[in-house]
């Protein structure tokens, strides 16, 4: 038997639940996972993400200042707090804010009004696909002109007490790694990636660790990133989150894009429910609002490229000039703007968005 909801939400982490927040009606979300249980981050983001959605409660520590270490410099930068929190409590409390049903399966094809799964076949005139990197679709999809870009990582969790966001820019030779150790109340997230989506990373992590003082990483989560916008609109679907390559490039920061572009996408869709827009017009929308960010992407993409293969010593000349006034405002300004904060709520809206364009 075919079940009909008025919209589906394929996924159930920060795109999709951010996205379903915002639809009214009948929405049922579908993962593979119970609701809270796939964290794959060390889930830091901007703290005006947490605060604009009510969402305080979840956060372990607030970080006023971002470290960069390189061989021989640490560099101090100061903009924009950020905090670590809870992954799983965020996401049960953003699910129950939403009224969504929720069925655990895994999706083996989604497309327009039409959601096939392991439990059964969903049918909805509105499909979200926010099923992260490997995104919904399934086989035999119609493709996007441009592939994401993958970087992977993986990171561990250990007891430690400390402040700021620390990143440590391993050598150039080779894949380059990036590491990270993110504070979180009584423990610390300790993690690297690489750009270009190298693989074979735990000997680096225990590496890593042992160089902190951490000890034996603990349990390894991780996998897959990508940071390479493609069209936000697929087979009649609006894709948000990782399965658009909405994670920022440089930073590797996913969750802040995920949300924002997760609550247009759902206020878009609520609109459609609602009888307000036609889907074909709320597809538009949502691709010229992404697309109206597209240039921040580039420039980030560009500078990825560029930071990937700098020697050490430049890494560090680099992290110095961005960290001058004047540079870093100009800097902090566009990457704010790429995923702005501003524009996530606590509610369900019924404003409409400022989908026109605005600068990133
Ligand atoms: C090691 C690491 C550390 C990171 N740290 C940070 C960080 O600190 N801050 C930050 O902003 N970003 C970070 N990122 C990036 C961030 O995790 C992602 O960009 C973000 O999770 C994307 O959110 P999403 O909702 O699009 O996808 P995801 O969080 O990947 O969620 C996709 C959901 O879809 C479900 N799903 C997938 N396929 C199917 C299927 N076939 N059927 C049913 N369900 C399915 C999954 O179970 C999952 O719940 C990190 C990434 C890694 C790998």
């Known amino acids: ?56 409660d979840c956060i372990d520590q607030v970080h006023e200042h971002m470290y960069i270490h390189t061989r021989h410099h640490v560099q101090r930068l100061t903009f924009f707090p950020f ?12 699910f129950s804010r939403t009224g969504a049903d929720y069925v655990q399966a895994r ?5 327009a009004g039409r959601v096939e799964t392991t439990a059964g076949i969903f049918e909805a005139p509105i499909v979200i696909d926010s099923a992260g990197w490997r995104t919904a679709a399934g086989k035999g999809a119609e493709r996007s002109a441009r592939s994401p870009r993958k970087s992977f990582g993986i990171e561990s969790r250990q007891s430690f007490r400390g402040e700021g966001l620390h990143f440590y820019v391993g050598p150039s030779r080779g894949p380059r790694r990036f590491y990270w150790a993110f ?3 009584d ?17 680096d992590l225990d590496t890593f660790c042992s160089e902190l003082s951490l ?9 897959f990133f990508t940071s ?8 009649g679907m609006f894709l948000v989150g990782d399965s658009a390559g909405m994670c920022l490039p440089v930073s590797g920061e996913g969750i802040r894009p995920a949300l924002v572009f997760g609550q247009v996408a759902g206020r878009l869709a609520d ?33 990825q490229t560029v930071l990937n293969v700098l020697p050490d010593p430049l890494f560090a000349t680099f992290a110095q000039l961005v960290s001058s006034r004047r540079a870093l405002a100009y800097a902090v300004r566009g990457y704010w703007n790429v995923a702005s904060p501003d524009l996530l709520t606590a509610v369900r809206t019924p404003e409409p968005l400022p989908v026109t364009a605005v600068p990133a």
């Open 187 to 203: 423990h610390v997230r300790a993690g690297l990636a690489t750009y270009s989506g190298h693989s074979d990373l735990s000997a």
């Open 1 to 56: 038997m075919v079940e009909r909801y008025d919209a589906i939400v394929c996924g159930g982490s920060f795109g999709g639940l951010a996205a379903a927040h915002q639809i009214g009606g009948r929405v049922l979300i579908i993962d593979r996972l119970a609701i809270g249980d796939g964290e794959t981050s060390a889930s830091a983001v901007p703290l005006a993400c947490l605060e604009n959605m009510d969402m305080s």
């Open 107 to 111: 999706i083996t094809r989604a497309r």
């Open 215 to 223: 000890g034996s990483p603990g349990p390894i989560h991780g996998g």
């Open 83 to 94: 905090c670590t929190f809870n992954y799983r409590a965020f996401c049960e409390e953003l």
């Open 271 to 303: 609109r459609v429910r609602a009888g307000e827009m036609r889907l074909d017009e709320a597809l538009s929308s949502y691709r010229a609002f992404v697309n109206s960010r597209a240039k921040g992407y580039r420039l980030l993409e560009r500078l």
């Open 228 to 235: 390479r916008l493609t069209d936000p609109v697929r087979d």
């Open 183 to 185: 504070p979180a109340g």
